[in-house]
């Protein structure tokens, strides 16, 4: 594990040109020590996301505060990433129902998704890549409910994984 983690972190540093290059190798990071977490691609969230006839997950972003005002995922909601698991599920009495949790690249997201599960939650998944590889793909992003096209970078090393025009300031 220790291992992996410092390949990913030598991609994030070294691969400056290669964003998707650079989350591939964090995706395989963050499934290896979050085996059990279920990881959800982001296409499977954007066809789910248009499917009538399917229940909606809530999305939870747990990044921080600051990360989430300035983009998150459409109808998102914000949740403290050191949330206790009985206190998030007290912020979804109102949606019982299937939950994805995302951060900027997916480890605090899975780290929190494997909590929800130890408590008790079955219908909790992980987007894969987070809101990194969603923006990558220039899927939707909303600030205060309108469009933006900027994600915060969690800091200047991260922000090499997102792509130049939709990496945000610090």
Not at 73 to 85: C, E, I, N, V
Not at 116 to 140: C, D, K, Q, Y
Not at 153 to 165: A, I, K, Q, S, V
Request: hydrophobic share 40%; charged share 25%.
């Amino acid at each position: 594990m220790v291992l992996m983690l410092l390949r990913a972190l030598w991609s994030v540093v070294h691969g400056a040109d290669a964003p998707t290059e650079g989350l591939d190798q964090w995706k395989a990071t963050v499934r290896a020590k979050f085996p059990r977490v279920p990881q959800l691609s982001t296409t499977q969230l954007a066809t789910w996301l248009v499917e009538t006839n399917r229940v909606q997950p809530v999305l939870l972003d747990v990044r921080t505060r600051k990360e989430f005002e300035l983009s998150h995922l459409p109808g998102a909601r914000w949740t403290d990433p050191d949330s206790k698991p009985k206190a998030i599920e007290k912020s979804l009495a109102d949606h019982p129902g299937p939950v994805v949790v995302y951060c900027s690249v997916g480890w605090r997201s899975s780290a929190l998704a494997q909590r929800l599960m130890e408590a008790g939650r079955t219908n909790v998944s992980n987007l894969e890549g987070s809101i990194f590889a969603w923006a990558n793909e220039h899927r939707p992003l909303e600030s205060a409910g309108k469009p933006t096209d900027k994600v915060h970078p969690y800091n200047r090393t991260f922000g090499r994984l997102l792509t130049p025009e939709r990496r945000g300031e610090p």
